[in-house]
């Protein structure tokens, strides 16, 4: 006897509008219901086809017996005393990946994940300790961005906007999924859909120079650049992809990423402050020199630490001084406000739950228990 095995359903919540509509030519619907479903998904937050009453209920029915919206299972959500959200959401197989919403006035920004666990293994950051387990598919980025707002019950969504702003500083190297990356930035860039301006959605890296380079082809959203020491020699112990793509390299691909765009746009470097190992006056005066030429700002995070990790935080005076080291230097300096920390949501706490692939996780906790 033949087994029969059913063909999946299409989860049209990670298709951007150019892949909508291809699909919906595909199964013989004019390409305007593109925009009609995107609106439904994304602008109004419906995941039921029979919501949709300005569909034909034949389109509908279709619709139900081929494709899906379903975005990932929120497990756990919680919100810190300050306001932050936390949310762990599970991913097929298992593994959870956190979302984490810091609001600030009218302004909402999401942080948000593009892998289960990290391919990168960053010296200061709990979540690389964690291992790696795989890329997260377009419609399980996007659908952290759906699953926030959802979150907000009952709000006017012509009139409230919870989430203005969009980070990819979760959980992942997000141009180590590039693809499944970048259709989620268009798709949440789309005005259709989410439409967060290309000045408040930033895509963060720790450098992965060639897709910095192949970036100005499909997408001008801005950059972040988690840089975190000023000379190669202490980025290779912190930053390992650095041996690879070393600091000179990086400003360069960074720079020519910043001349393409169509408006004068600065980077945002991101540089964690580790006590006594990159918050000297000397790491403040090279730093200042390393960014020569790279339209820029500079945003300090001070260490959140974490057990075993063999870092500490400077005080808040360190803090300080390295900021007016900067400042002086000529460059706009901010430190980054702890938000969420009573809940986990700091930076460099995202964690999750990762079924760890490259056994980084296993080596790390060994290492931990030979040294204690």
């Not at 709990?126 to 377009?138: D, E, H, I, Y």
């Not at 408006?263 to 918050?279: P, Q």
């Not at 403040?284 to 075993?308: D, S």
Request: hydrophobic share 35%; charged share 25%.
């Amino acid at each position: 006897m033949t087994e029969v095995t059913s063909t999946p359903r299409k989860n049209l919540l990670g298709m951007p509008k150019a892949k909508l509509e291809a699909f919906f030519a595909e199964i013989g619907e004019k390409p305007f219901r593109a925009k009609q479903v995107m609106q439904w998904i994304h602008q109004y937050g419906v995941s039921d086809f029979d919501e949709m009453t300005n569909i034909s209920k034949s389109l509908r029915t279709k619709l139900k017996g081929i494709c899906e919206i379903t975005p990932p299972e929120v497990t756990y959500q919680n919100i810190s005393a300050d306001g932050t959200r936390k949310w762990v959401m599970r991913m097929p197989g298992g593994s959870s990946i956190e979302t984490v919403l810091i609001p600030e006035g009218n302004r909402g920004t999401l942080c948000v994940s593009s892998q289960i666990g990290c391919a990168l293994d960053c010296s200061f950051c709990s979540t690389g300790k964690q291992g790696f387990n795989r890329n997260l598919s377009t419609e399980e980025i996007v659908g952290q961005i759906f699953n926030a707002i959802a979150s907000f019950e009952g709000i006017d969504r012509n009139k409230e906007r919870p989430v203005t702003n969009v980070v990819f500083m979760g959980m992942g190297e997000p141009l180590l999924n590039f693809d499944n990356v970048m259709d989620a930035v268009n798709l949440m860039m789309d005005d259709l859909a989410y439409g967060i301006s290309k000045r408040r959605l930033t895509v963060s890296t720790a450098g992965v120079v060639p897709a910095i380079d192949k970036m100005s082809e499909v997408t001008d959203a801005s950059i972040a650049i988690s840089l975190h020491a000023p000379n190669d020699e202490l980025r290779n112990e912190l930053v390992p992809v650095n041996k690879k793509y070393p600091i000179d390299v990086l400003m360069t691909s960074v720079k020519n990423y910043l001349s393409g765009l169509p408006d004068k746009r600065k980077a945002t470097i991101e540089y964690t402050l580790l006590a006594g190992v990159n918050d000297r006056k000397e790491h403040a005066q090279q730093l200042i020199e390393v960014l020569k030429g790279l339209p820029c700002k500079i945003n300090l995070i001070p260490f959140n630490p974490f057990p075993h990790s063999g870092y500490k935080k400077p005080s808040n005076n360190e803090v300080r001084r390295f900021q007016e080291w900067l400042t002086e230097g000529g460059y706009i300096t901010t430190v980054r406000t702890t938000r969420g920390d009573d809940i986990d949501a700091a930076c460099g706490q995202l964690v999750g739950r990762v079924d760890d692939r490259t056994k980084r996780s296993e080596r790390y906790i060994n290492m931990r228990q030979v040294n204690e």
